[in-house]
């Protein structure tokens, strides 16, 4: 199956976003030029898409902007680790080449395993959501009934388990239901699977720990026996 040709709305859609895809490239890299490349990078993978499954262009492009920029700086560990960066957000076409298609599932599967590693839920559902889909924080802090203090302090925490070495045993059921979301929003721009999975997600933690505290036993002091 060949990529639709490049129409004057696609080419007009990807330069009415580029100031934000470099803005994204630039907050992850810390470098004007690098993050111009990212943006060229993203230029090249939008003519080779399959456009036409791409319901929200916008969406599509920033993820694959996001990728690219986080993968520039995880080369280095990338290279020693022989594993993706976090995000995966480029169609697969598996019609037009099974075998890419197949490693680019197996890129995500990588992806999403290491989310859920080391990230709790609400931890992953901020990330995805700010670093992978450029989501202001103040929509993230709506989203997951948040402050949006407390959202920032989740990505920020993100960043640092991402980059630290600990991991935690994963559910294959959690990562199937993760990995289909992910790939559902990266082949169409169509967020509302992944946005639901990761509420509810995010929300069952914080259920969980507020019947918790309501569960914990009472201290009662022992009585004071006073002498006659």
């Given at each position: ?14 330069h ?17 030029c690098?993050?111009e ?19 929200d ?9 996001t ?10 560990r990338?290279r ?11 169609p697969?076409?598996?019609e ?9 599932r ?5 992806a ?5 590693e080391?990230l ?36 920020a ?10 991991r935690r ?6 990562r199937?239901r993760?990995?289909e979301?992910?790939l559902?929003a ?10 639901q ?7 069952a933690?914080a ?5 918790s ?6 201290r009662?002091?022992?009585?004071v026996?006073?002498a006659?």
């Amino acid at each position: 199956m060949s990529t639709p040709a490049l129409t004057a709305k696609d080419t007009a859609g990807f330069h009415d976003v580029r100031p934000r895809l470099f803005g994204v490239a630039y907050r992850i890299l810390g470098d004007a030029c690098e993050a111009e490349d990212v943006v060229q990078d993203a230029w090249i993978r939008w003519q080779r898409a399959d456009r036409s499954v791409v319901r929200d262009p916008a969406a599509f492009l920033v993820a694959t902007a996001t990728r690219l920029a986080i993968n520039v700086t995880q080369s280095a560990r990338a290279r020693r680790e022989t594993q993706v960066g976090p995000w995966s957000p480029e169609p697969i076409d598996g019609e037009a080449d099974p075998a890419l298609g197949a490693e680019r599932r197996d890129e995500l599967v990588r992806a999403v395993q290491l989310l859920l590693e080391k990230l709790s839920p609400p931890e992953r559902a901020v990330c995805v959501l700010r670093e992978a889909f450029d989501y202001a924080y103040r929509d993230i802090a709506e989203l997951l009934a948040l402050s949006e203090a407390n959202a920032r302090q989740l990505v920020a925490r993100a960043r640092r388990r991402l980059a630290g070495g600990h991991r935690r045993p994963v559910d294959a059921g959690d990562r199937e239901r993760l990995l289909e979301a992910f790939l559902a929003a990266a082949q169409t721009g169509d967020l509302v699977r992944l946005e639901q999975l990761l509420a509810a997600d995010a929300g069952a933690v914080a259920a969980a720990r507020v019947a918790s505290v309501t569960r914990l036993p009472v201290r009662r002091e022992a009585p004071v026996r006073v002498a006659a």
